[in-house]
């Protein structure tokens, strides 16, 4: 998987600028973030994901995708969701792929922002970060977090600080807070010093959680 363009010049300034990261750095050589599926493919998935296990999710995906196939194609992919197909499904049938009645809902309400182009790919390059996280988040069943994952892991964004997230809130405890849990203000104020590469400050105190990188 290639390599964020901005991934060295990240990590130098971020070596410099924080001991803690540069120690991380240092004991991650090699890694990165990579970008993975289509953007509806992929916020398909993280709606199918929450509050379930990476086992009983992945089930009710291979039953969504199949679910959704053109009929007669003999073989299924399972990294591909067409938006246009997942609209006209009725609801009863993405229920009985396994999701319940609102993820049903989150589901066809995602596909009609992109079949009618609410959600547009094509123009996020213009928008900064914050007015697509507000446009994400118009969608039902996408919250500020789900946005921030999506931000960092499939459009690649450097600056993402997800305050939110108990990870971070772990890491920055361990390493920065004396085991104490940061406030969300004091997370913010930390996050400083890593402008404009927080994604990537994120990214390495996962890895002091766990060093196998998670996707999403």
């Known amino acids: ?40 493919t992929t916020l398909a998935r993280s709606i ?32 591909h969701l067409d938006p246009l197909r997942v609209q006209r499904k009725r609801l009863d049938s993405l229920r009985r792929a396994g999701l319940s009645a609102s993820k049903a809902n989150y589901i066809r309400d995602l596909a009609r922002h992109f079949a009618s182009a609410r959600l547009d790919p094509a123009t996020w390059p213009a928008l900064d970060d914050e007015a697509l996280i507000e446009a994400l988040v118009e969608v039902k069943g996408i919250g500020r977090w789900t946005a921030e994952m999506f931000m960092m892991f499939h459009e690649l964004r450097p600056n993402i600080l997800p305050v ?33 590469y927080r994604s990537v400050a994120t990214w390495y105190l996962w890895r002091a959680l766990d060093p196998e990188p998670v996707e999403y």
């Open 1 to 40: 998987m290639s390599k964020p363009e901005f991934w060295d010049d990240a990590i130098r300034h971020l070596a410099k600028r924080d001991g803690v990261l540069a120690r991380l750095i240092a004991a991650y050589p090699g890694m990165h973030l990579t970008r993975r599926g289509d953007p509806f």
């Open 48 to 79: 199918v994901g929450q509050q379930i296990s990476v086992k009983a999710a992945q089930a009710v995906w291979e039953r969504l995708v199949v679910a959704c196939a053109e009929r007669g194609v003999a073989r299924v992919d399972s990294l």
């Open 164 to 196: 939110d997230d108990l990870g971070l809130q772990k890491a920055a405890a361990i390493h920065y807070f004396g085991g104490e849990r940061p406030s969300k203000d004091a997370l913010r104020a930390l996050g400083e010093r890593w402008q404009p």
